[in-house]
């Protein structure tokens, strides 16, 4: 069955720095993976998603992500945090059992803060 | 072109009553998701449908059903409400092929009293 796990609960980065939020996952069978965020009061945005055709992945605001087979991870990275990128980011894997089960499997979440 | 929409905004309702969602996915959409986001729980899939019909659902008790219309848009039912239910309810869309995208609205937030 497929997991996610993400590492960190809550990072805090200063206004510049380097964005890095970990997830990890577990899957029987080649991943899609996928990045949204949640600003407060929200629905889910996709940031970036992974589909096997190029192991790094660029995504909307300066997002990117690499996906390491080996490693079995897929971190998500900003070179440089602006203040508008504090919210709540979720990694997620498409199920899938003997069939499509049509469901995303979430991990619980990184709360990005960014410092001035 | 219109994202995922979701009515209403917010919900409150007492405990034992019953709550309606509602939503519309994109255009061309055929399958939509739907998903509880409590306090503390994360995200949980609920339900998933497509064609008009139930696919999928996830670990919750029957009370909580739902169904798809001829416009694919969706109704999710949440009978005898408990304070419990109370959460963020989040639907998304896609064409319902593996690995798709699900594009998801802006949520309903229900709470129980």
């Known amino acids: 069955a497929q997991s996610v796990t993400q590492l960190g609960s809550h990072v805090s980065v200063s206004e510049g720095a380097l964005v890095l939020l970990r997830c990890n996952y577990s899957s029987s069978v080649p991943p899609y993976l996928f990045w949204y965020v949640q600003y407060p009061n929200q629905g889910l945005q996709l940031l970036l998603k992974y589909t096997s055709a190029a192991t790094l992945v660029k995504g909307i605001n300066g997002f990117e992500a690499e996906f390491k087979k080996s490693e079995t991870s897929f971190h998500l990275t900003k070179p440089s945090a602006h203040m508008s990128d504090a919210a709540e980011y979720f990694c997620?894997?498409?199920?899938?059992?003997?069939?499509?089960?049509?469901?995303?499997?979430f991990g619980q979440g990184t709360t990005l803060q960014v410092k001035p | 072109e219109a994202g995922v929409t979701q009515s209403p905004t917010h919900l409150i309702k007492t405990r034992g009553q019953q709550a309606t969602l509602r939503c519309s996915p994109i255009?061309?959409?055929?399958?939509v998701y739907w998903y509880q986001q409590a306090l503390g729980l994360g995200l949980q899939f609920l339900l998933w449908?497509?064609?008009?019909?139930?696919?999928n659902r996830g670990n919750f008790p029957p009370r909580f059903s739902g169904r798809q219309f001829p416009n694919y848009s969706s109704e999710l039912n949440v009978n005898a409400l408990e304070l419990e239910d109370s959460a963020l309810y989040l639907c998304?869309?896609?064409?319902?092929?593996?690995?798709?995208?699900?594009?998801f609205g802006p949520g309903t937030r229900l709470l129980v009293l």
């Open positions: 997620a894997v498409s199920d899938r059992g003997s069939s499509n089960t049509g469901k995303l499997i």
């Open positions: 449908y497509d064609e008009g019909e139930e696919r």
């Open positions: 998304a869309s896609s064409g319902g092929e593996f690995g798709e995208t699900q594009y």
């Open positions: 255009s061309g959409h055929t399958s």
